[in-house]
């Protein structure tokens, strides 16, 4: 089976603006979660989509928001983008249980 | 909410000798316990996991130990390797495709 997948794998926008990040899950996972990585935070929980539902969130604000297609693929998105943004946004699928495959992240600069 | 503590941040073994990375977690819930292995540039790779009814898993030279009790669990890696140089990450899964991540244990192998 392919892995995850992520696209884009690199993004450069400013201060205030807005940006969509896509994931593809493993053919047949249903469940999509995302994380932020950061040298200082480390890997930081943002959210888990499961048959379009948002089922858990993590302590980011309401700038950060995803979605979930009846596809499986999911995008997140983060609106009004802070200098502190810049990050690897990182998603992973899993299937039945709680095993999490990540794809190669989206690396984001906000200048 | 869990929270997981690893140490230490950074490791130097020479090779061919042993390493051992150790996490503690909080919430004694918590019943999976992934390790990650992530190279530079790369996106982070599941090693080896454990659940909450065993107490050790091996997979070649790599092991995983838990205990419930203290609410603690190892990596060992044996025969270390240069391939094995890495940032590794320990996780305890909270419900719901949470994972909550340690601060990661940057290993060095030295020749």
């Known amino acids: 089976k392919a892995g995850v997948t992520q696209t884009p794998r690199y993004l450069i926008k400013t201060r205030g603006q807005q940006v969509t990040l896509s994931c593809s899950p493993i053919?047949?996972?249903?469940?999509v979660s995302w994380y932020q990585q950061t040298p200082g935070q480390g890997l930081q929980f943002l959210f888990e989509?499961?048959?379009?539902?948002?089922?858990n969130k993590g302590n980011f604000p309401g700038r950060f928001s995803g979605r979930q297609f009846s596809n499986s693929r999911s995008e997140m998105n983060v609106s009004t983008l802070e200098l502190g943004d810049s990050a690897l946004y990182l998603c992973?699928?899993?299937?039945?249980?709680?095993?999490?495959?990540f794809g190669p992240g989206t690396r984001l600069l906000v200048l | 909410g869990e929270n997981v503590e690893q140490h230490p941040s950074t490791l130097s073994v020479q090779e061919g000798d042993s390493a051992v990375i150790k996490c503690t977690y909080s919430?004694?819930?918590?019943?999976?316990f992934p390790w990650y292995k992530q190279e530079l540039g790369k996106r982070p790779q599941l090693i080896i996991d454990?659940?909450?009814?065993?107490g050790e898993k091996k997979d070649q030279r790599i092991a995983v130990t838990l205990n419930k009790t203290a609410k603690h669990f190892s990596l060992h890696i044996t025969e270390t390797q240069p391939e094995d140089s890495a940032v590794y990450f320990c996780a305890a899964y909270q419900g719901a495709q949470k994972l909550v991540f340690g601060q990661g244990t940057r290993l060095t192998i030295n020749p």
């Open positions: 454990i659940r909450s009814n065993v």
């Open positions: 919430d004694s819930a918590s019943n999976y």
């Open positions: 992973a699928s899993s299937g039945d249980q709680e095993t999490q495959y």
């Open positions: 053919s047949g996972h249903r469940s």
């Open positions: 989509y499961f048959s379009e539902t948002q089922r």
